[in-house]
């Protein structure tokens, strides 16, 4: 914790109507139920109004109409999501972090590198890397040849950047992320199969997030292609030539299979799955677990994949599940029956 701040202040911040003691001194933040004196909670949806009534934080963030039967000190926001979001950054502020290069660095003599980045112990920078202010590179991560950084931009631990990957400003890399690796192309050769070398690269927009672990390829012709302000969570798999608009989240262990578009501002659910070759419509959200193995054309929500049930249950679906064929089939005979 750095600072104790007003709720006035936490008002200012949050653009939030402040009912209550506009001098009340808060010293942090906490859930619902965990929150204690000094501390400022938030909540969204009736469901939390048991909670709320129960709640022993000194100030909470709500809507307007959950504010109307709370009697303390309350920030009437229409999103308590993000004002919550906006106060934990006021409280926990991004540290500075002094320019430097670290002397177990490895770094080619024809990388141009900005006087005020950080370059942390045993990363490796290849030919004719260009990194620009203000970017922070921590501990063993590898930027290989031709490789381009904007301003701003962090790369945490053991990121590795393959050749002529080229990364936008304000961009976040969690450890273990890999950009650039060959994407999966093979040719037939009778009873082989035959590399295709990946010769494209990847792009990655302004003010994206890449989570641990996740990889994107490089294309195979062209470039691997993610647009500014796009959100992605761990574990996630991006084939080649994949283009993803601006301002998509997709969450955990979702697959994209090579040269699959998906437009702007999608919401797409952890462990989906999109075949390569399709195209999905801007403001389109996917649920988690689903199979995407056709374009999606227009707007809205989308859902596949069979919810968790009581074991008994799903078996006896899924043998139902097995002979949909066959009753679909005595419909028709049954149909034409009636017919007669």
């Known amino acids: 914790?750095?600072?104790?701040?007003?709720?006035?202040?936490?008002a200012q911040i949050t653009t939030s109507e402040l009912r209550g003691n506009a001098d009340l001194l808060i010293t942090g933040i906490s859930s619902l139920d965990a929150a204690t004196k000094g501390e400022i909670s938030f909540a969204i949806g009736r469901k939390y109004l048991s909670q709320l009534d129960a709640c022993n934080a000194s100030a909470v963030i709500l809507t307007a109409d959950l504010a109307t039967n709370y009697k303390g000190n309350v920030l009437i926001n229409k999103?308590?999501?993000?004002?919550?979001?906006?106060?934990?950054?006021?409280?926990?502020p991004e540290q500075a972090v002094v320019a430097s290069i670290h002397p177990s660095s490895v770094i080619d003599s024809s990388a141009s590198i900005a006087n005020d980045a950080y370059i942390g112990a045993n990363v490796v920078i290849g030919k004719n890397v260009v990194i620009a202010k203000a970017v922070v590179i921590e501990a063993g991560s590898i930027i290989n040849d031709n490789c381009s950084i904007g301003e701003n931009t962090?790369?945490?631990a053991k990121v590795t950047l393959y050749e002529n990957t080229q990364i936008g400003q304000n961009t976040r890399i969690h450890s273990g992320a890999v950009i650039g690796s060959d994407g999966?192309?093979?040719a037939p050769d009778q009873s082989k199969w035959y590399k295709i070398k990946q010769i494209g690269?990847?792009?990655i927009g302004n003010q994206v997030e890449i989570g641990a672990n996740t990889t994107i390829d490089r294309a195979a012709l062209g470039s691997t292609h993610i647009a500014d302000g796009v959100k992605l969570d761990n574990l996630i798999q991006i084939g080649h030539n994949v283009r993803i608009g601006e301002h998509t989240a997709?969450?955990?262990c979702v697959a994209i299979a090579g040269s699959a578009t998906i437009g702007k501002r999608c919401q797409i659910g952890g462990a989906s799955a999109i075949a390569g070759h399709l195209s999905i419509a801007d403001d389109v959200i996917i649920t988690g677990m689903s199979m995407v193995i056709r374009s999606i054309k227009s707007a809205g929500v989308?859902?596949?994949?069979?919810p968790v049930n009581e074991n008994r249950k799903?078996?006896?679906n899924i043998i139902r599940f097995t002979q949909l064929d066959k009753m679909a089939q005595k419909i028709r005979q049954l149909e034409k029956r009636i017919k007669r």
């Open 1 to 10: 914790m750095t600072t104790t701040l007003s709720l006035n202040k936490l």
């Open 79 to 92: 999103s308590p999501y993000l004002a919550y979001a906006q106060v934990v950054a006021a409280f926990y």
């Open 154 to 156: 962090h790369l945490h």
């Open 184 to 186: 999966f192309g093979y």
């Open 201 to 203: 690269n990847v792009i």
């Open 250 to 252: 997709i969450a955990a």
């Open 302 to 306: 989308y859902s596949s994949g069979m």
């Open 314 to 316: 799903w078996r006896k």
